[in-house]
């Protein structure tokens, strides 16, 4: 799919889209996976996409129920998925930033290891780095 593709499936104002994924973030691509894209929307729109994805065979992955308290929380997002395609949708400007720059940067760093992929992002989005001092090798010290 391309960005056109994707306006024209949503049928919906986007504030901004782009590409991510291991099929992007990595040299030479993985191309045996699913194709990803994040997309940030107005949250006035959450709920007419939800229902538009929903009768176009996309299936809605998460435990996140859309309503107006959750639509706009900084950390969250819906996953909708149909074949190989992911639309990753977000009201949130922050989470949207957070997305791209560690999609930036897992793409500087080629990060082929999926864990590390992951950790970064994690990181990232959630501020959830495991074992950052074993991560440093030791090497941490604290100023007073």
Not at 5 to 11: N, Y
Not at 38 to 55: C, H, Q
Not at 85 to 102: E, G, K
Request: net charge negative; with cysteine; hydrophobic share 40%.
């Amino acid at each position: 799919m391309n960005q056109k593709e994707i306006f024209e499936l949503i049928k919906c104002p986007v504030q901004g889209i782009f590409p991510c994924g291991s099929r992007v973030t990595c040299s030479p691509p993985v191309l045996d996976t699913d194709e990803d894209w994040m997309i940030r929307i107005d949250s006035k729109d959450m709920l007419y996409l939800n229902l538009r994805l929903e009768g176009l065979g996309f299936e809605l992955g998460g435990s996140v129920c859309i309503n107006e308290r959750t639509v706009d929380s900084p950390q969250n997002f819906w996953s909708f998925t149909k074949g190989d395609v992911n639309l990753l949708i977000t009201c949130n400007l922050t989470f949207y930033t957070d997305f791209f720059n560690a999609t930036a940067l897992a793409k500087k760093f080629n990060l082929l290891a999926k864990e590390d992929r992951v950790m970064l992002f994690q990181t990232i989005l959630y501020g959830h780095c495991p074992n950052p001092l074993e991560l440093a090798n030791g090497e941490h010290n604290v100023v007073e």
